[in-house]
């Protein structure tokens, strides 16, 4: 699977819009670019994810670039409760092995 | 089940001791996964099962080790001889094979080697 960076941490104001990046610079052709979130001590929660489109749900929005090298994550109105540990991995849409997590971004929304 | 359930969710234990950890999947779901956080890290992937197979072995990181899964369902994570630094949070994961909808992740059982 493709590596991923993300930055260690971020603030958002409650209310704002938080966007979280993501680079997957090596990404391959059938690999997906998923999204999860882990509140503290809670395990992880899927958010998320997307081939080349952008993406939408009831949680948030994926905005992938068209060289799919990077994507952003959107919660568009964020909530002190959005507060946890975002995690960017791609990996091929099948069942065809582990995911690998990186150390994802810490982002604190503050009131 | 409607979530993945793990018991215990909690386990103290003492030094030299073994445990099992036990992972109750979604029903339905084909694929399971391993997973262990230890305090203030990222995941570290540890198994993975495609029924009652384990195609991906490579994150178990030593013999005392071991898991298997049954009826393509329930998994048992048994770790022999603890030692202090496998104190972590163990977690366990599902998916439908081939759907690509994500891992739904169990609240994960705590292991404290003391």
């Known amino acids: ?111 | 089940g409607a979530g993945v359930s793990q018991s215990p969710s909690n386990k103290v234990t003492e030094k030299g001791k073994d445990v099992e950890l036990r992972c109750d999947p979604i029903s339905g779901h084909t694929a399971l996964y391993w997973y262990r956080q230890s305090l203030g890290q990222g995941l570290e992937f540890l198994i993975y099962f495609q029924g009652n197979s384990a195609p991906d072995k490579s994150g178990l990181p030593s013999d005392r080790f071991s898991a298997e899964r049954t009826g393509g369902s329930v998994s048992t994570l048994t770790i022999q001889r603890t030692q202090q630094e496998d104190s972590a949070v163990y977690l366990c994961a599902s998916s439908i094979s081939g759907t690509g909808v994500g891992y739904t992740f169990g609240s994960g059982t705590r292991l404290t080697v003391v």
């Not at chain 1, 991923?4 to 209310?15: I, K, L, N, R, V």
């Not at chain 1, 999860?36 to 958010?47: D, E, F, M, N, V």
């Not at chain 1, 670039?65 to 849409?93: G, Q």
């Open chain 1, 1 to 111: 699977d493709a590596k991923t960076t993300q930055p260690p941490s971020m603030d958002c104001a409650e209310g704002r819009a938080a966007n979280l990046p993501c680079n997957h610079s090596t990404i391959s052709g059938n690999e997906y670019v998923y999204w999860y979130r882990q509140i503290h001590s809670q395990g992880p929660q899927y958010i998320i994810h997307g081939l080349k489109n952008n993406e939408t749900n009831e949680m948030a929005s994926l905005i992938i670039t068209e060289d799919r090298k990077s994507s952003t994550l959107i919660l568009p109105h964020a909530t002190l409760r959005d507060t946890a540990v975002y995690y960017c991995i791609v990996r091929v849409n099948t069942n065809a092995g582990k995911s690998t997590f990186g150390d994802g971004t810490t982002l604190t929304v503050k009131p």
